[in-house]
C-alpha cells in the first residue's frame, strides 16, 4: 500500500491540470506503483496468495484504464506508457515500425510496378 506522501508525489508528477487528483493519467500512475510494490513482496513472500490475488486485481484494473485511454487520447497514452517504462509502450513503438516498414515496402512496390509498366509500354 502507498503511504500518503508518495501517492501525493505521484498525483503532482502526473496529473493534467491542477487540481487533478483522479484522471485515468493519475489512476494508472498510482496502480503502477502499487503492482510495482506488490511484486517485490511478492518476490519474498511467494506462497501470500491473498496478495497475488490483489496484485492480479490491480493489473486488471490497469488494462482497462489504459484500453479507455488509448481509446480515448492516443496521444496521452503513448506518452504516459513511455514515463511509467510500460512493456506495453515498447510493443507499440515495434507495431509503428514494422507499420512503417510495411508503408515502405508497399510505396517501392507501387512505384516499381508504374516502371515495369512505363517500360513495357514504351518497348511496344
Known sequence: ?????????????????????????????????EIKELTEHLKKHKHDFSSRRGLLKKVGERRKLLKYLQKENAEQFKELSER??????????????????????????EEGEEIKEETIEEAK
Open 1 to 33: 500500500m502507498l503511504d500518503k506522501k508518495n501517492k501525493e508525489k505521484i498525483i503532482k508528477k502526473f496529473r493534467v491540470h491542477d487540481t487533478d487528483t483522479g484522471s485515468s493519467q493519475v489512476q494508472i500512475a498510482i496502480l503502477t506503483e
Open 84 to 109: 511509467l517504462k510500460l512493456k506495453i509502450s515498447q510493443k507499440l513503438m515495434e507495431e509503428e515500425e514494422e507499420e512503417k516498414k510495411k508503408e515502405k515496402k508497399y510505396i517501392n512496390t
